[in-house]
C-alpha cells in the first residue's frame, strides 16, 4: 500500500550502539490515490488498510490521517501514539515514524503535501510558532460528531474537485480547498489544546485539592495522637496512602516532613504533662507509648535539652 525508496543508509554500529535504518516514505499511486496530473506536491489518498514495517521517514511531505475504522499505535519521533477510530493525526516532515502495530479492521483516509504547496495555499502566515509547538507535542485529536461530519465532507469535496480536472481554474480550485481544510484542521486542534489546557488546570486544581485534604487529615491525626503516634507509616496507613507518598505532599505544598509535625505534638503531649499534671515519669513514658522509662528520658533531654524531671522543677505549674 506505500512507496518506499529506501535510504542510501545501511546498519551501522557505534560500539553496541545500532543505527536504525529508515526508509523514506513516499505517497503511492494506485487505486483509490489523487492527485492533478502526475504531480506529488498534493495527494489525497482512501482506504489506506495496511502499515509500513521498521521505521520510515518523509523528508517532504507532511501527511493528514483521518482515521475510519480500527487501531492503530507507532512510535512518533520516540513518543508512543495510539489512534482510534475518528482520530486525527498529524504527521510533520522530516519526523520518524517506526514499530507499528494495528488492528485486523484498521483503516484511514489520507492528504499528504509538501512545503511549497503550503506556500501555494498562503497558510503559512496562518501558523505561528506556538502552533507548530502545539502540533508537534499533540499530533492527535479527536473528532466531535460535528468535526467528522465537517472533515468528511471537505475530504469528498477535495477528491471530487481532484478528480473533475476539466476545469483550468482545477489547481486553483484544489489549494483554495486544502488551504480551507487547513484552516479548519488548526481551529480544531487549537480547540483541543484550550480544552486539553482547561482539563489540566482542573485537575490541577483537583489534585492541589487532594493534597490539601491529605495534609489537613495527617495534622487532624496526629493531633487526635496526642503524641502516642510517632510513626510516618502509621499515619499513612490510616489515610490509605504510601508514607512516600505522604512525604512527598507536605514537602511540596508545606515545605515540611512528616516527622516535624509528629515531633511538635508528641513535644506538646510531652510538655502538657510535665507542666501540668502530677504523673510520675513512668505513667507519662506508659501513657505516651514510649519502650521504657529511659527512652522516654533520652526523647526528652534530644528535643527539650534537658530531662523530664529538670524540665518539670523549671516549669511546673499543678492542675
Known amino acids: 500500500m506505500f512507496n518506499f525508496a529506501l535510504e542510501n543508509r545501511k ?4 560500539g553496541n550502539i545500532a543505527i536504525m535504518e529508515i526508509q523514506e516514505l513516499n505517497p503511492r499511486r494506485g487505486d483509490d490515490t489523487y492527485r492533478i496530473g502526475d504531480s506529488d506536491e498534493l495527494v489525497v489518498m482512501e482506504k489506506i488498510g495496511s502499515v509500513p514495517s521498521g521505521a520510515i521517514c518523509s523528508h517532504n511531505h507532511g501527511i493528514i490521517f483521518f482515521c475510519t475504522e480500527g487501531r492503530a499505535q507507532f512510535e512518533y519521533d520516540g513518543n508512543v501514539v495510539k489512534i482510534q477510530k475518528n482520530d486525527l493525526f498529524l504527521y510533520m516532515v522530516n519526523s520518524t515514524a517506526s514499530n507499528f ?3 485486523s479492521d484498521f483503516n484511514c483516509r489520507q492528504i499528504w503535501f509538501t512545503r511549497s504547496e503550503l506556500w501555494n495555499i498562503e497558510i503559512h502566515n496562518m501558523i505561528s510558532v506556538a502552533d507548530m509547538t502545539l502540533l508537534k507535542l499533540h499530533p492527535v ?4 460528531e460535528e468535526d467528522i461530519i465537517l472533515c468528511d465532507t471537505y475530504f469528498q469535496l477535495l ?23 487547513m484552516l479548519e484542521l488548526l481551529s480544531i486542534f487549537r480547540r483541543n489544546a484550550e480544552h486539553k489546557m482547561e482539563q489540566d488546570q482542573q485537575e490541577k486544581i483537583n489534585s492541589n485539592l487532594h493534597k490539601k485534604r491529605i495534609i489537613d487529615n495527617f495534622i487532624k ?4 495522637s496526642d503524641g502516642r503516634i510517632r510513626r510516618v507509616d502509621e499515619f499513612a496507613s490510616q489515610l490509605n496512602i504510601t508514607p512516600k507518598y505522604l512525604s512527598t505532599v507536605l514537602k511540596e505544598v508545606m515545605n ?17 504533662r510535665l507542666r501540668f499534671t502530677d504523673m510520675t515519669m513512668q505513667e507519662i513514658s506508659h501513657d ?5 522509662p529511659s527512652f522516654f528520658g533520652k526523647y526528652c533531654k534530644e528535643h527539650l535539652g534537658m530531662t523530664p524531671l529538670e ?8 492542675l
Do not use: D, W
Request: aromatic share 8%.
Open 11 to 14: 546498519n551501522e554500529h557505534l
Open 101 to 103: 502495530l494495528t488492528s
Open 141 to 144: 485529536v479527536h473528532l466531535s
Open 159 to 181: 477528491c471530487s474537485r481532484i478528480k473533475l480536472s476539466t476545469s483550468v481554474l482545477t489547481t486553483h480550485i484544489v489549494r483554495s480547498l486544502l488551504g480551507t481544510i
Open 221 to 224: 491525626l496526629v493531633e487526635e
Open 256 to 272: 515540611r516532613r512528616p516527622s516535624t509535625y509528629i515531633q511538635l505534638y508528641t513535644l506538646k503531649a510531652i510538655e502538657y
Open 288 to 292: 505516651l507509648r514510649f519502650p521504657n
Open 311 to 318: 524540665y518539670r522543677m523549671k516549669y511546673h505549674k499543678g
